[in-house]
């Protein structure tokens, strides 16, 4: 964490590259800074304000939202991007045409000096079949990593070959190929940006939920809360064998860290990481059913405060999924979180007679100061 006006710088030698590395920065953000390795100078507050432009490919729809500084909540049709530059929420929603489906978004910067995190919610109609996709991206280091799958993540999946055919193997082979293009954007610079991507992609009744990081996604059925995302955390026995099979060490820095430097095992970006921290996902998948109420996707800003059971009831006690999106980040914030906060709530409304088919609206895509 950052408070007030302090930006902090990082040098770091990790013990187990080969050869000397480079120095470089990382803004404040706890996810990547170990307490006894964090230098301070005071430059006074930078605030990324980011950039709020949205840009829709074909056949994509728009979806809308509105910024609130005083905490109520909105809802409405129409496309349109915006930020609430002065701390506020940015809440927003969706309804398929039909009413089958409806989504809703908050995005709160809370207690941190700058927004990292960033979402995106896209619907469309590819020969003929219903795709919505949602995704929360938190940036970390700066926020230049999430913005860039916010811009990019989602068009590239759409114009894989294989999106509708394996839709699997197209999710694993995009988040790759966007984490190897972000990297290569970033070549000249002194930055070394990262960010969690968790996203879940609908085509027609068929849920895939794809991870990399420590952002969650959690889904209802039948009142209970089920977690299709693990976070990637570097003492997971698995991602530390991955890790020093790699050549890589997992060491304790106030919280147990790849290389005594990122508390995560997964992230896109970090090129100085690589190639122990991957943008490789764990994707889950399975059919949507008369038992599917609600899926909750959030940064760790919710879920460090907020166990699964619990964010899944609250988000059950709202009928309006705009609601219920801005009712779990008010109680993030409330129960102490001292991160961003941003989630995106999908309701099932299985009582409607036809299959979900999105009207056109499309990417709310943002990020939110």
């Given at each position: 964490m950052v408070c007030g006006r302090c930006v902090s710088s990082i040098f770091v030698q990790a013990r187990f590259f080969t050869k000397r590395v480079p120095q470089f920065n990382?803004?404040?953000?706890n996810k990547g800074l170990p307490p006894n390795r964090v230098f301070k100078r005071y430059i006074g507050m930078m605030v990324d304000t980011g950039s709020m432009s949205t840009r829709a490919g074909p056949n994509v729809d728009m979806v809308s939202h509105k910024d609130?500084?005083?905490g109520g909540s909105g809802s409405g049709s129409g496309s349109g991007s915006?930020?609430?530059?002065?701390?506020?929420?940015?809440?927003?929603?969706?309804?398929?045409?039909?009413?089958?489906?409806?989504?809703?978004?908050?995005?709160?910067?809370g207690k941190r000096v700058t927004m990292e995190?960033?979402?995106?919610?896209?619907?469309?109609?590819?020969?003929?079949?219903?795709?919505?996709?949602?995704?929360?991206?938190?940036?970390?280091?700066?926020?230049?990593?999430?913005?860039?799958?916010?811009?990019?993540?989602?068009?590239?999946?759409?114009k894989h070959p294989k999106f509708l055919t394996d839709t699997k193997l197209a999710i694993s082979e995009t988040y790759q190929k966007t984490d190897a293009e972000f990297l290569d954007s970033e070549k000249d610079t002194f930055r070394d940006d990262g960010s969690t991507a968790s996203t879940a992609v609908l085509v027609d009744n068929h849920l895939y939920v794809a991870n990399v990081g420590d952002s969650r996604t959690v889904i209802s059925k039948a009142g209970?809360?089920?977690?299709?995302?693990?976070?990637?955390?570097?003492?997971?026995?698995?991602?530390?064998?991955?890790?020093?099979n790699a050549g890589g060490v997992v060491m304790w820095a106030g919280t147990w860290r790849v290389g005594g430097v990122l508390a995560m095992s997964r992230a896109f970006g970090n090129r100085m990481l690589k190639p122990f921290v991957v943008a490789e996902p764990e994707i889950q998948d399975q059919k949507i059913d008369a038992e599917t109420?609600?899926?909750?996707?959030?940064?760790?800003?919710?879920?460090?405060?907020?166990?699964?059971?619990?964010?899944?009831?609250?988000?059950?006690?709202?009928?309006?999924?705009?609601?219920?999106?801005?009712?779990?980040t008010e109680a993030a914030f409330n129960r102490?979180?001292?991160?961003?906060?941003?989630?995106?709530v999908v309701r099932f409304h299985h009582e409607k007679a036809h299959p979900a088919n999105p009207d056109k609206a499309g990417p709310a895509s943002s990020q939110h100061e």
């Open positions: 990382y803004v404040g953000n609130d500084d005083a915006g930020s609430g530059a002065n701390g506020g929420f940015v809440t927003g929603g969706w309804k398929s045409q039909d009413e089958r489906l409806s989504c809703g978004y908050s995005s709160f910067r995190d960033f979402y995106d919610v896209k619907t469309s109609t590819i020969d003929g079949r219903s795709v919505c996709l949602f995704g929360i991206f938190d940036g970390h280091g700066g926020s230049r990593a999430a913005e860039y799958l916010k811009d990019h993540l989602f068009e590239n999946l759409m209970k809360a089920i977690a299709l995302s693990e976070d990637h955390k570097p003492n997971r026995s698995d991602e530390r064998k991955r890790i020093e109420e609600v899926l909750v996707l959030a940064s760790d800003g919710l879920w460090d405060v907020v166990q699964n059971e619990d964010a899944v009831s609250l988000a059950r006690t709202e009928e309006a999924a705009e609601a219920a999106a801005r009712k779990l102490g979180s001292a991160d961003n906060i941003t989630c995106i």
